[in-house]
């Protein structure tokens, strides 16, 4: 398992693309149908992350990936093209300042659903956190 220190690192990093991501889609999107902008956005990320895997050597066949591997990576997928349809729909509909908040409502979601299919117990402190975002997320939202 990596350290603490890894995996928010790279957590961080996320947090900082997926702000980018907000700021460049939504000028990105004007006047063009979101569907389409996902789509670009998605064949960019299959060249340079196919890019990227082959440059680091971590290519293998995806197919001789264990199948429940290969069906939960799928249905990921599938949850992704979801969200992106949707984000980028709301993205082109509404401010970014608020449609990236609501779409952080995630995190409430993904601590219920960790708890449901997981496991995961998180602590008291976690999950005033997490209910501190969810509260944070519901007053951006009002207006």
């Known amino acids: 398992m990596a350290s603490t220190s890894d995996w ?18 939504k000028v990105g999107i004007e006047g063009v149908d979101s569907d389409l902008a996902t789509l670009v956005r998605t064949f960019v990320i299959i060249i340079v992350l196919g890019a990227f895997v ?15 591997t290969l069906t939960f990576l799928i249905l990921s997928g599938l949850a992704t093209f979801g969200s992106w349809v949707c984000y980028f729909r709301a ?9 990236a908040p609501i ?6 979601l993904v601590a219920i659903f960790a708890v449901l299919f997981l496991g995961e117990r998180p602590s008291p402190k976690d999950w005033l ?9 519901l007053v951006l939202a009002l207006k």
Do not use: C, E, H, Y
């Open 91 to 99: 993205l082109q509909m509404g401010p970014a300042s608020k449609v």
């Open 54 to 68: 082959s440059a680091t050597g971590k290519w293998t066949n995806p197919l001789s990936l264990p199948r429940k």
């Open 8 to 25: 928010l690192i790279w957590a961080l990093l996320s947090a900082v693309f997926a702000a980018l991501t907000s700021i460049l889609a």
């Open 103 to 108: 779409d952080k409502l995630s995190v409430v």
């Open 129 to 137: 956190g997490i209910a501190l975002v969810g509260i944070g997320t």
